[in-house]
């Protein structure tokens, strides 16, 4: 069946899609989402999917833990996942995991299949009503973004232990992020925001705080209530919109690179150059890009003499410039490296995708 893409997040790896189907064959049968949070351990599961293009499969296994955490690594941020014994191999990903009932407690995601047997992971049903709710509303899950890294009381991860009864640690704090200017620190314990506990004992609790603050009000001061040796503060940060500071993407799959608009939160080291503009985000090897020389975090300037200042110029430009057959298929592109100007050749005649 063919599907529209109403919107996808990234962060929790879950996009939400809508059926093209035709009003005659509804309604469509379709399965319910079970409550997560009244799962308990050794409750049995079931994981459905097409592991390794073996379609219309389905494993036996248990719930292992309810409240695993796997965002040691700075991705999986938002949510605790649930770990099953059910095997979940490539293919299973996506497909349901199901309990006795055969309602939907999780969605399949990650399985370890190098390092150990059984080890399997599932996005929570009730994260994923959570954002499916978001994705119908906004076509994207809108956060707020302060720039604050946090760490556990007691991270068995890093055994690092805080002498400290509440709050969450701020391990670090992004340069030139709101936290930042504001003159949040790292090292400070953070006790509350808005009046509202921040508690981050274990790892496991990190997920909830850093939902909490993503949505806090974007561009409305939030009192965040701060500990520093023996001195409590209470400082205003201003939180801003968590996509305007990473900035959207842009994938020229034609000339094997992808780019993205300069942040200064993010990019400071580009901003210092060029307040306003572009940069190549990805080149993927081997490809035409990375032929031609072009290089991560290369500022590009020009694309055949018209001026590149936005995601949307290089978007228009890269359209016209795919759609016209007639053209040769080379592109000159003026390119900011360092602080000083490059003109580079870019031959994309040469299809990887095809040769792969």
Known sequence: VSATLIGRDKETDLALLKLDVKPEDLPLPYAEFA????????QFVMALGAPFGFTRSISLGIISNTNRYL??????????WLQTDAAINPGNSGGPLVDTEGKIVGINTLGLMIIGENIGFAIPSNVVKDIVGRLKRD??????????????????????????????LISDVDKNSPAREAGIASGDLLLSVNGIPTDGYYAEDLPGIRWFLADLPVDKPAALKIKRGNELLTINVTPVLKGKVEGEDFDCERWDMTVKEINKFKNPDLYFYRKQGVFVQGVKYPGN??????????IILSIDHKSINTLDDIKKLYK???????????????ILRSGYKRWIVLDYRKDYDEEE
Not at 35 to 42: A, H, M, R
Not at 320 to 334: F, G, P, S, T, Y
């Open 71 to 80: 965002g040691f690594e700075s991705i999986y941020k938002y949510n605790v």
């Open 289 to 298: 890009a990375a032929d031609a020389g072009i290089h991560t975090n290369d």
């Open 139 to 168: 076509k994207e899950v809108i956060r707020a973004w302060l720039g604050l890294h946090l760490q556990p009381l007691n991270d068995f991860y890093s055994n690092t232990f805080i002498d400290a009864e509440r709050g969450v």
């Open 35 to 42: 409550d997560s949070s009244q799962l308990e351990e050794g």
């Open 320 to 334: 016209e410039i795919i759609e016209d057959k007639k053209r040769e298929k080379k592109v000159l592109l003026e």
